[in-house]
């Protein structure tokens, strides 16, 4: 029974089985390279053949990462097989950013479930999007700057030239600091300006090349009409809608709502997120850096309501920060966990909706949330149950037991 217990607690295990099921569920999923993926692979290509040509629309940060795979395999589905391989790593990495942050095993475990429970941040991966590797960098960025590392500029840096959105973290690096003495490469105004070389010589050299920024894969919006400042009412609300509903309804095109748009994170993760925000007292070891990812939460939000449209992935960087927000909040919870466990299989069916038939021939992706249930279970039942048992056989006795002078 010793052992068991300690199975149960090593991080390594339950990551180890999370891994596994990401990765049989990712294996058995069918490829259907569309949309932006022919951009990046083509970029890919041309990369590999000597020419750095930024004429191609996509932002290509994750495409200079995929060279090496490309190179080793020439595979025209290397783009889709970098972004796979980054959704196999995110567990293990939402692992080490929550436990550089929070300093907990048990809440960095807590925010290794709630990344495989979120099946959004996956399986875009199939038509080519490139979310995947901007998740993993940025899981990269907040455990190498929760460490106080002096390489945390190198995943930020290229997370700014796969999706722009990433750059409200520079709160973490301009007004919180590691606990420690921090030499002067590991300052985080020094990382920022580390940071700034490889987005500047990007912009640069594409102005160059094509004589404006090219946005994303969208070759008719540029620098001058990527804003439309009128619009941010509607899509802030549009926002906050897909962060707290269970669906995301396309308003400019109530057409293009589908079961896609429901692959979303717990509502409820959300709403516990932005309460350890409010009151961090008692719930983070770290009250400034509470409030630090606060304001990166702010500003995320309100550079993805300031764009042309609202789409849900533009706010993944907000999802992800609100999401290791909720830990602490839970943690100090626990009852609430099975109900927040309860609404995270929803978007499952949705994904299963979504891709049934066309990406799915069976029922694999249900695996990882009955991994998921399963090790949540027998978590309870070897580490929890014992001491409750316990617990209550000792208070029992405490009532029932009369001392005989008493009599």
């Known amino acids: 029974m010793r052992r068991l217990v300690l199975l149960f607690r090593s991080p390594a295990f339950h990551l180890l089985l999370l891994t596994a099921a990401v990765g049989i569920v990712l294996l058995r999923t069918h490829i259907h390279p569309q949309d932006d993926h022919f951009h990046y692979q083509r970029f890919i290509e041309t990369l590999a053949q000597g020419r750095l040509d930024l004429s191609i629309p996509g932002f290509q940060g994750a495409s200079f990462l995929a060279l090496p795979l490309y190179l080793a ?9 970098f972004q796979m391989l980054c959704a196999l790593l995110l567990p293990a990495a939402g692992y080490a950013a929550a436990l550089s942050l929070l300093r907990d095993r048990f809440q960095a475990v807590l925010f290794a479930y709630a990344i495989v ?57 301009l007004l919180w600091k590691p606990g420690g003495e921090q030499s002067l490469w590991r300052r985080g105004w020094v990382q920022l300006l580390l940071a700034l070389p490889l ?31 009128w619009r941010v009412p509607l899509n802030a609300a549009h926002g906050l809608q897909m962060l707290f509903s269970v669906h995301n309804y396309y308003f400019p095109d109530p057409a293009h709502t589908g079961h896609g748009n429901l692959m979303h994170s717990s509502p409820l993760l959300m709403v ?19 409030r630090v990812l606060a304001l990166c939460f702010v500003l995320a939000f309100g550079l993805a309501a ?71 279970l027998l978590s309870w039942a070897v580490l929890v149950m ?18 005989r002078d008493a009599a």
């Open 199 to 229: 987005p500047v010589l990007y912009v640069a050299i594409q102005y160059f090349q094509v004589g404006h920024i090219i946005v994303g894969s969208h070759s008719n919006i540029d620098q001058t009409n990527v804003f439309l400042w």
């Open 386 to 403: 014992p001491r409750s048992r316990r617990a209550w056989g000792t208070a029992l006795r405490e009532v029932l037991w009369v001392p």
């Open 117 to 173: 429970l979120s099946p959004f941040l996956f399986f875009i991966a199939f038509r080519g999007f490139t979310f995947p590797s901007f998740t993993f960098l940025v899981l990269l960025t907040l455990w190498l700057r929760g460490r106080g590392s002096r390489f945390a500029f190198l995943p930020w840096s290229f997370s700014l030239i796969t999706k722009p959105f990433s750059v409200a973290l520079f709160p973490l690096f």
């Open 73 to 81: 395999t020439r595979s025209p589905l290397a783009n889709i097989h």
């Open 306 to 376: 300031s764009l042309d449209h609202m789409d849900h992935f533009y706010m993944e960087t907000s999802v992800l920060l609100l999401a290791l927000a909720s830990i602490p909040f839970l943690a100090r919870r626990l009852l609430l966990l099975p109900v927040v466990l309860a609404l995270f299989h929803f978007p499952f069916f949705y994904l299963y909706l979504w891709g049934k038939g066309f990406y799915f021939t069976d029922f694999s992706p249900f695996l990882i949330p009955i991994t998921v249930d399963v090790l949540a």
């Open 272 to 290: 516990f997120g932005v309460l350890s925000f409010i009151i961090p007292g008692g719930t983070w070891k770290d009250v400034r850096l509470a």
